[in-house]
């Protein structure tokens, strides 16, 4: 606690003070979210977030340190479609020092697999290892999401918030190389891997930080019925 205390003086030496208190105290709350830029897909993400009854705080990237995260349930980073701005050797490891310290990270952005690319080469390797998707391969647009269903339907594609369905997309991502061998594939678009879950839920123990990754937007970009299904799948993977 601080108390501010101001003093005025006038031309003919008369004072006057007047003080107030201060409390200052690290910012904290459920979810937070690391934007690439200022978008409409942020603020639906805080909406959709409120209305799961979660507080959240938005930060830019430039910057960002991990004691302003560490004080958070989950860390969003989203790229809301835009070229990686700012994503830098300092972003990376402060992502990777929350993961270290048992935060859980959700990755969202159309451009994941090609961000890496301006870091440097240590940086590149954890940058792979948090999102656990391969460098890009190629670009492709208005594709067909396809969910992988089976036997065994994992909770984010069949959760307590609906059970997501096959959805067009009409953004253009990045299609990954492949996603790291400890990952699990929730879906597809055009053969490539495009929504994974780390650890894979058959062999995860409960201890275990976890991380999901998706190289399509939550809101922006598709149709209601696009954005229905990735609704489902961003309060599930929450």
Do not use: C
Not at 9 to 15: E, L, M, P, V, Y
Not at 100 to 109: A, D, K, M, Q
Not at 181 to 202: C, F, K, M, S, T
């Amino acid at each position: 606690d601080y108390v501010v205390i101001a003093k005025a003086i006038d031309d003919r030496g008369a004072t006057a003070t007047n003080s107030v208190m201060v409390a200052v105290t690290p910012i904290s709350g459920d979810v937070a979210i690391v934007q690439n830029s200022e978008n409409t897909e942020v603020a639906k993400l805080r909406e959709y977030l409120f209305e799961m009854g979660l507080s959240s705080h938005v930060f830019v990237q430039a910057g960002l340190t991990y004691e302003a995260l560490q004080r958070f349930q989950l860390v969003i980073w989203d790229d809301a479609g835009d070229p990686p701005r700012n994503l830098t050797d300092n972003t990376v490891n402060a992502l990777q020092r929350a993961w270290t310290n048992g935060i859980p990270l959700y990755f969202i952005g159309e451009n994941l697999a090609s961000a890496g690319a301006t870091l440097s080469d240590s940086a590149k390797q954890l940058w792979t290892q948090l999102v656990h998707f391969q460098p890009a391969a190629s670009k492709v647009g208005n594709a067909t999401v396809e969910l992988l269903t089976g036997d065994f339907v994992h909770p984010i594609l069949r959760g307590s918030f609906g059970i997501a369905e096959n959805f067009a997309y009409s953004g253009r991502i990045d299609v990954p190389a492949g996603s790291t061998p400890d990952a699990e594939v929730l879906a597809r678009a055009g053969g490539a891997d495009v929504l994974v879950a780390y650890p894979d839920q058959n062999v995860a123990d409960f201890e275990d930080v976890r991380a999901v990754s998706q190289v399509f937007l939550v809101f922006d970009n598709g149709d209601l019925s696009s954005r229905s299904e990735r609704k489902k799948i961003f309060q599930s993977s929450v």
